[in-house]
């Protein structure tokens, strides 16, 4: 749990629950130490409280008139004195002690939270052996209380000057480690995501500096590794490719002349022999059988190397692909939108074009099972794109790349492009992005 808050939360959680403790125990050693110190402040005046009661009862024994003495000296106390006289004649009000509030006290719950010490103490005054009042001592607290209250709001206004000092400080701190942190993640990121041209800034402590510069090199490193596989791959399909090549050239200037021999001899045979029997019915045979080896060497020509892309240019090719898909599923409603400019291509590009077309279509032709499908190739700027779509069943959940459409993911990646496959609107898409300038660099180099 600790490790789901943000690093800034588990700087200042600690921070403040340090300084809130640092209140609180600022607030206990006030509350304990306040006793004490009312009961050592107002210890002389207790003292001299007893003296003048005593010195009060000498005289009193000592004087002609005591009760004229007595209330002499009760009208010679102040009122605001902490001495004063409580009579104990019957009918005289009880004894009240002063308040601990008054207009400039501390606040109420303030006073409640403090242990106030009982400091009132009476001394009795007697005249002729009989009680007659007490000599009280009733202290005003409340500059006491309030020099209380002033020690708590300094410590207080101390606890939180100095909590926010320490959390400005810890919040630039934070900043300043946060920062370089988030750009490495950001950078991680975006290598993790194949984009490796973008430097991660080197900021901060050396620890970050440090892992900003392994993730660089990590990055320069990952740059000439990326390069490195689509040279082997551009290689790759160009070893499939001149393979390709060279058996339909074989299969064109080798079996192509057989069958038609083959299917020659058979014509010549037919003229000259009788057209009955199961002679006839033999020939016929084997002029079915020519012709569907024929049509089935024109069909694996077709896939190894498609010779008229040389010949009529991309978009004438791609257009009597469409044709043959339609002759082939007359049931699939098939709609095209092709770019006149992808004559201009050529080389390995044109071929992964043609390829990747051809590919998606076969695929919508035995495994889809649409009715509809929308071929559209369109170049925007240095960009090539290519989306076949359809409205069938869809991929299977796993979405793995069966070894047609593997083989054309490698076909470009070697040009430095993106295959992706995806379902979405009920509608299966395949969608292919090729760069043209880096392309084009590629095959002039």
Same mark, same amino acid.
């Given at each position: 749990?600790?490790h789901r808050?943000s690093?800034?939360?588990? $700087?200042f959680?600690?921070?403040?629950?340090?300084?809130?403790?640092?209140? !609180?125990?600022?607030?206990?050693?006030?509350?304990?130490f306040?006793?004490?110190? $009312?009961a050592e402040?107002?210890?002389p005046?207790q003292?001299?409280?007893r003296?003048v009661a005593?010195? !009060?009862?000498?005289?009193?024994?000592?004087?002609?008139n005591?009760r004229?003495?007595l209330?002499?000296f009760?009208?010679?106390?102040d009122?605001?004195?902490?001495i004063?006289f409580?009579?104990?004649?019957?009918?005289s &009000?009880?004894?009240?002690?002063r308040p601990?509030?008054?207009?400039?006290?501390?606040?109420r719950?303030?006073?409640?939270? $403090?242990?106030?010490?009982?400091?009132h103490i009476?001394?009795?005054v007697?005249i002729?052996?009989?009680?007659?009042?007490?000599?009280?001592?009733?202290?005003d607290?409340?500059a006491?209380?309030?020099e209380t209250?002033a020690?708590f709001?300094a410590l207080?206004?101390?606890?939180?000057?100095l909590?926010?000092?320490t959390?400005?400080?810890?919040y630039?701190?934070?900043?300043?480690?946060?920062?370089?942190?988030?750009?490495l993640?950001?950078?991680l990121?975006?290598?993790? #995501? =194949?984009?490796?041209?973008?430097p991660?800034p080197?900021?901060? &402590?050396?620890?970050?500096r440090?892992?900003?510069?392994?993730a660089?090199?990590l990055?320069?490193? !990952?740059?000439?590794?990326?390069?490195d596989n689509?040279?082997?791959l551009?290689?790759?399909?160009?070893?499939?490719?001149?393979?390709?090549?060279? %058996?339909?050239?074989?299969l064109?200037?080798?079996?192509? &002349?057989l069958l038609?021999?083959?299917?020659?001899?058979t014509?010549? %045979?037919?003229?000259?022999?009788?057209?009955t029997?199961n002679?006839?019915?033999s020939?016929?045979?084997?002029?079915?059988?020519?012709?569907?080896?024929?049509q089935?060497?024109?069909?694996?020509?077709?896939?190894l190397?498609? !010779?008229y892309?040389?010949?009529?240019?991309?978009e004438?090719?791609v257009?009597?692909?469409?044709?043959?898909f339609?002759?082939?599923?007359?049931?699939?409603g098939?709609t095209a939108t092709?770019?006149?400019?992808l004559?201009?291509l050529?080389g390995?590009?044109a071929?992964?074009?043609?390829?990747?077309?051809?590919?998606?279509?076969?695929?919508v032709l #035995?495994h889809a099972?649409a009715?509809n499908?929308?071929?559209?190739?369109a170049?925007?700027?240095d960009v090539?794109?290519?989306?076949?779509?359809?409205? =069938?069943?869809g991929f299977?959940?796993?979405?793995?790349f069966g070894?047609?459409?593997?083989?054309m993911?490698?076909r470009v990646?070697?040009?430095?492009?993106s295959l992706?496959l995806?379902?979405?609107?009920e509608?299966?898409?395949?969608?292919?992005?090729?760069p043209?300038?880096?392309?084009?660099?590629?095959?002039t180099?």
């Amino acid at each position: 749990m600790w490790h789901r808050p943000s690093f800034r939360t588990q $700087l200042f959680l600690p921070l403040g629950v340090m300084f809130i403790a640092a209140l !609180l125990m600022g607030g206990i050693l006030l509350h304990v130490f306040t006793t004490g110190q $009312l009961a050592e402040e107002n210890e002389p005046a207790q003292r001299s409280t007893r003296a003048v009661a005593e010195a !009060l009862n000498s005289v009193l024994r000592s004087s002609e008139n005591p009760r004229r003495t007595l209330d002499d000296f009760v009208r010679m106390l102040d009122a605001s004195s902490d001495i004063q006289f409580h009579s104990a004649e019957a009918g005289s &009000p009880p004894f009240a002690p002063r308040p601990l509030q008054g207009p400039h006290s501390p606040p109420r719950w303030f006073i409640d939270l $403090l242990t106030i010490p009982d400091l009132h103490i009476a001394f009795p005054v007697t005249i002729g052996g009989e009680h007659v009042g007490d000599i009280v001592f009733s202290p005003d607290l409340s500059a006491a209380l309030f020099e209380t209250w002033a020690g708590f709001l300094a410590l207080a206004g101390f606890v939180v000057a100095l909590a926010g000092l320490t959390a400005v400080i810890a919040y630039a701190f934070a900043g300043s480690a946060l920062r370089p942190l988030q750009d490495l993640g950001a950078g991680l990121t975006r290598i993790r #995501r =194949g984009d490796y041209a973008t430097p991660i800034p080197v900021a901060g &402590p050396p620890e970050i500096r440090q892992s900003c510069e392994e993730a660089n090199a990590l990055a320069t490193t !990952l740059v000439q590794l990326s390069q490195d596989n689509r040279d082997l791959l551009h290689r790759l399909v160009s070893l499939q490719d001149n393979e390709r090549r060279d %058996l339909a050239r074989e299969l064109h200037d080798e079996l192509g &002349p057989l069958l038609f021999s083959i299917r020659a001899g058979t014509i010549a %045979l037919s003229e000259a022999s009788p057209q009955t029997g199961n002679l006839g019915n033999s020939v016929q045979e084997v002029m079915r059988s020519v012709e569907a080896l024929q049509q089935t060497n024109r069909r694996i020509l077709d896939r190894l190397r498609p !010779l008229y892309i040389e010949e009529l240019g991309l978009e004438a090719s791609v257009q009597t692909l469409l044709r043959n898909f339609r002759k082939q599923a007359p049931h699939i409603g098939l709609t095209a939108t092709i770019d006149p400019d992808l004559n201009e291509l050529e080389g390995p590009l044109a071929q992964t074009v043609y390829r990747v077309t051809q590919e998606a279509l076969t695929n919508v032709l #035995r495994h889809a099972g649409a009715r509809n499908a929308h071929v559209e190739t369109a170049i925007a700027g240095d960009v090539l794109a290519v989306e076949i779509s359809d409205d =069938g069943s869809g991929f299977p959940a796993d979405n793995v790349f069966g070894r047609g459409l593997t083989g054309m993911h490698e076909r470009v990646r070697a040009l430095s492009g993106s295959l992706s496959l995806l379902r979405a609107d009920e509608r299966t898409y395949v969608r292919c992005r090729l760069p043209l300038g880096e392309v084009r660099d590629a095959i002039t180099s």
